[in-house]
């Protein structure tokens, strides 16, 4: 059975650092996309960041392109997510999530297994 496991939230002024760490602590099993997701309050679970495993390719939402960075280690089991210049309006439950490909795409409709969340707070 796959298992996600978040680390690395934290709070930070706007303008900071964090990274994120995402352990599939069984492997991925079949699913061949992983990704990062936030929900603010009162908001839907949002994807920022996608990508395809067998080609690391990666999708960026316009709000974290250029600020936000996914990679993975060479097992592919473990997904890190780099957050530079942080906003106030990055403060969410950051989820990573683990699912099917359609093609080369990670459609969010998809994703069908998840991590605890950690928060990200970021003060103004």
């Known amino acids: 059975q796959v298992q996600l496991m978040e680390s690395g939230g934290g709070s930070v002024q706007a303008g900071g650092s964090l990274r994120l760490s995402c352990v599939a602590s069984a492997g991925t099993g079949g699913n061949n996309c992983m990704g990062w997701f936030r929900q603010a309050p009162g908001k839907e679970r949002e994807p920022i960041t996608t990508i395809y495993l067998p080609i690391g390719r990666a999708y960026y939402d316009d709000s974290v392109r250029g600020r936000f960075t996914l990679s993975t280690d060479d097992a592919k089991t473990t997904a890190y997510l780099q957050m530079n210049s942080l906003k106030p309006e990055d403060t969410a439950m950051y989820y990573c999530?683990?699912?099917?490909?359609?093609?080369?795409?990670?459609?969010?409709?998809?994703?069908?297994?998840w991590g605890q969340g950690t928060q990200v707070t970021v003060s103004s």
């Open positions: 999530g683990a699912g099917i490909a359609r093609g080369s795409s990670c459609p969010r409709a998809n994703f069908g297994v």
